[in-house]
């Protein structure tokens, strides 16, 4: 019989796990290998990927804190880069911190030909990143005050690590092995130690890698199914609430949150400016609760 050789990962998170660590449970996918990307692979839709992400947050990047209202009254329907203010108030496409954290992310992966937590923190906490969020702020301080980089992520299901996350299935799509998963979860509770948003990420990078393969578009329920399937099985706190909006009063998993209102969205045929539309306005709080 094969002996079984584990990565140095691997045995991180094992370790992470049994000692209680890791804000996330063990769900059955990381004992699943996604498989190898087909024969004759165009691997310019993984440089696509990449691509679309610089260019989609540099499309958001000034507009992203306003809410729909606001941002129609004062550019419309936005089709191209907004003045900047770091390029003289001039249109042009500069994407953000989570951008910036992303490619960092790539260049470190391919320096040292796999993914290596330590290195990765170092360079996140070794040059300036452009617009930086507080918890990616508070992990900087932790790791330079000392902590081992798995201790430094606050617990904070902000949205950071997962808009740097999808660079984390490149080093694996040649062997199409489970240690894909392993260091998605590690990379993302660098930053954010926190179980909806590592949940999150691992869900995300499962549905880019099912995306690369396919010809075609997915079905709109797809979308929702697929990330619910994996999150439910990944996430332990039961403590969410949201900040703003039209549901303050929940409490709860953050993949049922999204199961249940992503869903009724689909129902009313909602496109996705409707459903933030109501959300902030609080129109379908009454059709929900």
């Not at 440089?47 to 209202?69: H, I, K, Q, Y």
């Not at 790539?106 to 990143?129: H, N, Y």
């Not at 332990?236 to 209102?261: I, N």
């Amino acid at each position: 019989m094969r002996e079984v050789i584990l990565s140095d990962n691997v045995r991180i998170l094992a370790w992470l796990f049994e000692t209680g660590q890791i804000d996330l449970k063990r769900g059955a996918l990381f004992d699943v290998s996604p498989g190898p990307l087909p024969q004759g692979f165009d691997f310019d839709r993984v440089e696509g990927m990449m691509l679309g992400l610089a260019v989609g947050d540099a499309l958001g990047n000034t507009s992203e804190s306003m809410l729909p209202e606001q941002r129609r009254a004062r550019y419309g329907e936005i089709r191209d880069y907004l003045p900047n203010r770091y390029a003289d108030d001039r249109p042009v496409g500069l994407p953000s911190d989570d951008t910036q954290m992303a490619f960092w992310t790539l260049d470190q992966m391919i320096t040292d030909g796999e993914f290596k937590p330590e290195r990765v923190a170092e360079r996140f906490c070794g040059g300036e990143i452009f617009g930086i969020g507080g918890t990616v702020k508070g992990f900087i301080a932790n790791y330079k005050a000392g902590l081992d980089w798995y201790r430094c992520g606050p617990k904070s299901a902000g949205n950071g690590a997962l808009m740097r996350i999808a660079p984390m299935l490149i080093p694996h799509i040649r062997s199409g092995s489970s240690d894909v998963w392993v260091d998605t979860a590690l990379s993302a509770m660098m930053t954010h130690n926190d179980s909806a948003s590592t949940a999150a990420c691992v869900s995300f990078v499962h549905m880019l890698w099912r995306l690369l393969m396919m010809d075609a578009a997915p079905a709109p329920d797809w979308w929702l199914e697929t990330y619910v399937a994996v999150a439910q099985e990944l996430e332990c706190d039961e403590s969410y609430h949201p900040r703003d909006g039209a549901f303050t009063e929940y409490q709860g998993l953050l993949w049922r949150f999204v199961q249940d209102k992503v869903s009724w969205a689909y129902r009313q045929g909602l496109s996705v400016r409707e459903a933030c539309d109501l959300w902030y306005s609080g129109a379908f709080l009454l059709e929900t609760v």
